[in-house]
């Protein structure tokens, strides 16, 4: 959709580039390290500093203390410390549940890792996680649940029932979560992100992964960085050192001034920010008749586009940029049920007049 876009010269509404400014201290770190110099391999477990940095946000932010030395994992992103999650802790043949709808890097690296992914399906608009979904899909091969939130691409946000409920299904089937949290700076309404692994009973069962893509806008920088037991870590650290060798060196160092000099303040404006631009798009998809399920979190918006009267998703995203030269993303790249096709994906990570001219051309199908 991306390259067909840029074809027809339309917005691009579908990848999640997150082309927003990177702040100032995260620049100026990088090109620091660029002037210095600083270009060789890290430590395969990262930066000592950063580990430091991210051990510190944590325990500060969510109460949960971990080692930086043997604690904390710098990766290629957070995709790349799941992928090098899964190869280090799980086997061939193994069950992992995943949530439906699901982000599509999660399905295709258990795929491609010879694991079995086994979906639970939430219904929107509020995506609730019911025990009976979840009993119904483990079995003895069940290793691991996969567990997204702020979620793409739902922008669902864990409850604190939600979060128990979890727990206790973990705890009682000896789960490992792997917890995607990488949006966790971006809830809106009032909510906030609740990490299982604050929970005594899930600190370690749970590999936590997050990083800075979506908190600095630097999707291209490929910096993330995951929490979990020390055991686990020095695992997960081996398998990325064999898939990435290492983080980029000097934007980990770019990262790592974002980290200590941005203010707190920041924070809470970025999920401000997402909000708006969420209110932005949702209300031009209502006016357009696309229905929106209004996200709690992350930068995307699922929408109900069966007004274009088109029988598939793909065909939908093409209608749509060929009308109004608005980009999306099918359903179906995030769905194997066919209410796939009923719907599209949508991301409002764009500047604002961006997104106003995108809410100009969506409501002329009114």
Same mark, same amino acid.
């Given at each position: 959709?991306?390259?067909?876009?840029?074809?027809?010269?339309?917005?691009?509404?579908?990848?999640?580039?997150?082309?927003? #400014?990177?702040?100032?201290?995260?620049?100026?770190? &990088?090109?620091?390290?660029?002037?210095?110099?600083?270009?060789?391999?890290?430590?395969?477990?990262?930066?000592?500093?950063?580990?430091? &940095?991210?051990?510190?946000?944590?325990?500060?932010?969510?109460?949960?203390?971990?080692?930086?030395?043997?604690?904390?994992?710098?990766?290629?992103?957070?995709?790349?410390?799941?992928?090098?999650?899964?190869?280090?802790?799980?086997?061939?043949?193994?069950?992992?549940?995943?949530?439906?709808?699901?982000?599509?890097?999660?399905?295709?690296?258990?795929?491609?890792?010879?694991?079995?992914?086994?979906?639970?399906?939430?219904?929107?608009?509020?995506?609730?996680?019911?025990?009976?979904?979840?009993?119904?899909?483990?079995?003895?091969?069940?290793?691991?649940?996969?567990?997204?939130?702020?979620?793409?691409?739902?922008?669902?946000?864990?409850?604190?029932?939600?979060?128990?409920?979890?727990?206790?299904?973990?705890?009682?089937?000896?789960?490992?979560?792997?917890?995607?949290?990488?949006?966790?700076?971006?809830?809106?309404?009032?909510?906030?992100?609740?990490?299982?692994?604050?929970?005594?009973?899930?600190?370690?069962?749970?590999?936590?992964?997050?990083?800075?893509?979506?908190?600095?806008?630097?999707?291209?920088?490929?910096?993330?960085?995951?929490?979990?037991?020390?055991?686990?870590?020095?695992?997960?650290?081996?398998?990325?050192?064999?898939?990435?060798?290492?983080?980029?060196?000097?934007?980990?160092?770019?990262?790592?001034?974002?980290?200590?000099?941005?203010?707190?303040?920041?924070?809470?404006?970025?999920?401000?920010?997402?909000?708006?631009?969420?209110?932005?798009?949702?209300?031009?998809?209502?006016?357009?008749?696309?229905?929106?399920?209004?996200?709690?979190?992350?930068?995307?918006?699922?929408?109900?586009?069966?007004?274009?009267?088109?029988?598939?998703?793909?065909?939908?995203?093409?209608?749509?940029?060929?009308?109004?030269?608005?980009?999306?993303?099918?359903?179906?790249?995030?769905?194997?049920?066919?209410?796939?096709?009923?719907?599209?994906?949508?991301?409002?990570?764009? #500047?604002?007049?961006?997104?106003?001219?995108?809410?100009?051309?969506?409501?002329?199908?009114?």
């Amino acid at each position: 959709m991306t390259i067909a876009c840029q074809a027809k010269g339309g917005i691009n509404l579908g990848q999640g580039v997150c082309d927003l #400014p990177t702040p100032e201290p995260v620049a100026r770190g &990088a090109i620091r390290a660029i002037e210095d110099h600083i270009a060789t391999y890290a430590h395969p477990m990262g930066i000592a500093e950063l580990r430091q &940095a991210v051990a510190r946000k944590v325990e500060t932010l969510y109460g949960v203390s971990y080692d930086p030395s043997s604690e904390v994992v710098i990766t290629s992103g957070a995709t790349g410390g799941f992928a090098a999650s899964i190869l280090a802790l799980c086997e061939p043949g193994d069950e992992i549940i995943l949530f439906e709808p699901y982000y599509g890097y999660h399905l295709n690296t258990v795929l491609s890792l010879g694991l079995v992914p086994v979906l639970v399906p939430l219904v929107p608009p509020t995506w609730q996680i019911e025990r009976e979904a979840l009993e119904r899909a483990v079995t003895s091969k069940t290793r691991a649940i996969v567990i997204c939130t702020p979620s793409n691409p739902g922008g669902k946000v864990l409850s604190e029932a939600e979060r128990e409920l979890l727990a206790d299904f973990c705890q009682s089937h000896n789960l490992i979560a792997f917890c995607d949290e990488i949006y966790e700076h971006i809830v809106f309404d009032g909510k906030r992100h609740l990490p299982l692994q604050q929970l005594p009973q899930m600190r370690d069962r749970c590999v936590t992964l997050t990083g800075l893509s979506k908190t600095f806008s630097i999707t291209g920088w490929r910096i993330g960085y995951l929490t979990t037991t020390a055991e686990a870590a020095s695992r997960i650290a081996i398998a990325h050192d064999l898939l990435y060798v290492c983080a980029p060196t000097p934007l980990q160092l770019g990262s790592l001034a974002g980290m200590i000099e941005t203010p707190r303040p920041y924070y809470d404006e970025l999920s401000a920010m997402y909000q708006r631009k969420r209110d932005i798009l949702c209300s031009a998809l209502e006016d357009a008749g696309l229905r929106p399920y209004w996200p709690a979190g992350a930068y995307y918006v699922l929408a109900d586009v069966r007004k274009l009267g088109c029988a598939t998703s793909r065909q939908a995203a093409m209608k749509l940029l060929d009308e109004v030269g608005i980009a999306a993303i099918s359903g179906t790249s995030f769905y194997q049920d066919p209410v796939g096709e009923t719907m599209l994906r949508f991301c409002f990570a764009k #500047p604002d007049d961006v997104l106003s001219d995108a809410a100009a051309r969506l409501r002329r199908l009114a």
